[in-house]
T-cell receptor
Framework: EDQVTQSPEALRLQEGESSSLNCSYT??????LFWYRQDPGKGPEFLFT???AGEEKEKERLKATLTKKESFLHITAPKPEDSATYLC??????????FGRGTSLIVHP | EAQVTQNPRYLITVTGKKLTVTCSQN?????MSWYRQDPGLGLRQIYY???????DKGDVPEGYKVSRKEKRNFPLILESPSPNQTSLYFC???????????FGPGTRLTVL
């Protein structure tokens, strides 16, 4: 059974204070690890897809990395508008993706 | 604009009254799916469809039905809703099963 654990559950940062969110996973035959951003009351918005260990992707202040056991979402110099819940998901051999419970990020001005 | 739409966005109903939540995508995606999101449990897949007339159960299919008669539409049917189906529902689509999923805006369902 595929499993995804995200930590921390909640994170409060000051504007400009860089940090990282963790996504640990176990999956049979990784076919993709996905990061999403979700604002309250809205659908998840796609951020990144990573397929193999060592892969990295960047978008503005966000950078996602992948190892064989975990992925990190690094947030550099965050701004209040980066406040959201960040979701990690993996897709393995089955067609059913497994989502983590998310990390709720609040960035204070 | 490429998008996934859901209707209604909000619905309050009573136990046992059949309802349908519609989902439509305009990206010609083959793969579509339904999720429910509950506090502390995260997103869980209800049903998915690999293509027209091809559907299969996800992790939590009990109490739900789906159909895929056209590529763009994937309605979720609750034939006899119960209070434990009160949740936030999302439809999603992707080009194929392994690709990035694009989510709709959500439907908040309350069953009294």
């Amino acid at each position: 059974e595929d499993q995804v654990t995200q930590s921390p559950e909640a994170l409060r940062l000051q504007e400009g204070e860089s940090s990282s969110l963790n996504c640990s996973y176990t999956v049979s035959g990784l076919r993709g690890l996905f990061w999403y951003r979700q604002d309250p009351g809205k659908g998840p918005e796609f951020l990144f897809t990573l397929y193999s260990a060592g892969e990295e992707k960047e978008k503005e202040r966000l950078k996602a990395t992948l190892t064989k056991k975990e992925s990190f979402l690094h947030i550099t110099a965050p701004k209040p508008e980066d406040s959201a819940t960040y979701l990690c998901a993996v897709r393995g051999g089955s067609y059913i993706p497994t989502f983590g419970r998310g990390t709720s990020l609040i960035v204070h001005p | 604009e490429a998008q996934v739409t859901q209707n209604p966005r909000y619905l309050i109903t009573v136990t046992g009254k059949k309802l349908t939540v519609t989902c439509s995508q305009n990206m010609n995606h083959e793969y579509m799916s339904w999720y429910r999101q509950d506090p502390g449990l995260g997103l869980r897949q209800i049903y998915y469809s690999m293509n027209v007339e091809v559907t299969d159960k996800g992790d939590v299919p009990e109490g739900y039905k789906v159909s895929r008669k056209e590529k763009r539409n994937f309605p979720l049917i609750l034939e006899s809703p119960s209070p434990n189906q009160t949740s936030l529902y999302f439809c999603a689509s992707s080009l194929t099963s392994g690709d990035t999923q694009y989510f709709g805006p959500g439907t908040r369902l309350t069953v009294l």
